[in-house]
């Protein structure tokens, strides 16, 4: 599984939806407000698939990330959320809302969910301004199925490796799980553990030092 290559903005193509200008002001009754979520999510997924972002947040002052922190080549908020050529953009409280909304229909996840860690965005329908989702344009699950095909077609099965070799050793630079945020590949990893096919091993250093045997 190549790595998809980091795009423009350019050269992925939007539904007409995104040129509509109500796109970009959530509806109030239930049935419109429904299907433009909808659209919204398809439409979230897809881009982010594209560019290979795994997380967004409500406010462009918080890094949107393709992975461990380094920004994307798009800016989901100049381009995603906003449409420059019909001059909309949807506020910082409707991205929200949309967040909340693919995190109701397990399509993405708060930070604070997978972490743990305690904080503001808490519940499928928390989230604060300042709140970073993580996109499943892949679940974890598979993310973990993708990472074990690689490991047992090159023969890295009974080896320890760590989550930095795993998502930024020099093996896997070619693989679509490259640069996986830590959060995600946690997940992944959990399914594998429950599945028998990967044991978890606690690391002395920082949490990226943490390993990981496959079996």
Request: hydrophobic share 35%; net charge neutral; glycine share 6%.
């Amino acid at each position: 599984m190549a790595t998809a290559s980091l795009g423009s903005s350019t050269d992925f193509r939007y539904p007409p939806i995104h040129a509509f200008p109500p796109f970009y002001t959530l509806q109030h009754n239930p049935v419109s407000r429904g299907q433009q979520l909808s659209q919204w999510r398809s439409l979230i997924l897809d881009y982010c698939r594209h560019h290979r972002i795994f997380s967004l947040s409500p406010l462009p002052t918080t890094f949107d990330t393709t992975a461990n922190g380094q920004m994307t080549a798009a800016d989901p908020h100049k381009s995603l959320f906003a449409n420059q050529a019909i001059q909309r953009a949807l506020s910082p409280e409707s991205i929200r809302q949309i967040l909340a909304d693919l995190v109701e229909h397990k399509q993405a996840a708060w930070e604070e969910q997978l972490t743990g860690a305690s904080g503001k965005a808490k519940g499928s329908n928390g989230g604060s301004a300042s709140a970073k989702a993580y996109i499943y344009w892949k679940t974890p699950p598979q993310w973990g199925d993708a990472i074990y095909e690689w490991v047992m077609a090159t023969g890295q099965n009974k080896s320890i490796m760590t989550l930095f070799e795993l998502t930024e050793g020099d093996l896997v630079h070619e693989q679509e799980f490259y640069q996986l945020p830590t959060p995600l590949l946690r997940q992944a990893l959990k399914h594998l553990s429950a599945q028998g096919k990967a044991q978890i091993f606690a690391g002395t250093e920082a949490e990226d030092g943490q390993g990981v045997k496959f079996v």
